[in-house]
């Protein structure tokens, strides 16, 4: 039998006694500030555990899992009918885990008139059949801000919002949140400034965020809340033991679910209280 040299023995048992790195790959939206975060907050008390994120885009969650390059993938949509066609077709099983939600604001100028918007104006606007505030209780031309493309919340937006219809040619793209809402509140238009962005990042003083269909977006609605995305762990069913203990230290510690909640972010906990509160009374214990 084959021995192996010391040096590479050292190394090995290095490795194991530092606990190792989790590899985690996927949604800009999870990837951007959320679970930094949350890996810092848990290296903290296990120093042993290193971290690589790689915030990609949701389709690198699955790419990642199923090419084995990511122990945990971040998801902030559902995987596709071709997207689980690959996972079959390898005979490769996985698990998911929710681990918050985020919503999508839709802000304008604090002082526009208008006070709320539904799913079908925003199809209106979004698309370029309305172009003026008029329509619905405000004034001037509208002027809509997107993010660009590439931004998880781009295509999500278009598919609830717009029911998979085509932005208007008026519309400006731009390349994240924060230069989203600058845009939208801009001196030259202010009152026709729209936007979207996910909730976290809509920080700006001269806005507002617009109740969609009469639900403002807070912790307590957000499962009622029409523009509410869930956010999503998912791993192969053999994932290491380190990397299923930060899943469950995510989704099951004070820790964690302040974290979600001081980013702007939802918490699993703020969704289970939101639901437990609607309950009759003898149903709550």
Not at 184 to 191: K, M
Not at 255 to 284: C, D, W
């Amino acid at each position: 039998m084959r021995r192996l040299p010391i040096h590479l023995l050292c190394l090995l048992l290095v490795t194991f006694s530092y606990g190792g790195e989790i590899v985690i790959k996927g949604s800009d939206t999870m990837g951007a500030k959320l679970v930094p975060q949350w890996t810092e907050l848990y290296a903290k008390g296990n120093p042993k555990i290193t971290f690589s994120i790689q915030a990609e885009g949701t389709s690198s969650c699955f790419r990642s899992l199923l090419d084995g390059a990511c122990d945990i993938g971040m998801a902030s949509r559902p995987p596709t009918a071709e997207e689980l066609a690959r996972f079959v077709a390898k005979d490769i099983s996985w698990d998911k885990r929710t681990v918050g939600y985020a919503m999508t604001a839709i802000i304008v100028y604090r002082e526009n008139p208008v006070s709320d918007v539904s799913l079908l104006d925003l199809e209106k606007i979004y698309t370029g059949q309305v172009i003026d505030w008029q329509s619905f209780g405000g004034r001037g031309k509208i002027a809509a801000y997107s993010p660009n493309s590439a931004s998880g919340v781009y295509s999500f937006f278009q598919r609830v919002a717009m029911r998979g219809k085509h932005y208007g040619q008026s519309i400006s793209h731009l390349g994240d949140g924060s230069a989203t809402q600058a845009f939208a509140v801009s001196n030259q238009n202010r009152f026709g400034g729209i936007a979207y962005l996910g909730l976290p990042f809509a920080t700006h003083k001269e806005t507002k965020c617009l109740p969609v269909n009469g639900i403002a977006p807070t912790h307590h609605n957000a499962k009622r809340y029409p523009l509410t995305r869930e956010l999503c762990f998912f791993y192969r069913r053999d994932v290491s033991k380190e990397a299923k203990k930060f899943i469950d230290w995510v989704c099951s510690t004070e820790a964690a679910y302040a974290m979600t909640e001081r980013i702007g972010f939802t918490s699993i906990r703020k969704v289970n209280e939101a639901e437990l509160s609607t309950l009759p009374q003898h149903q709550k214990k």
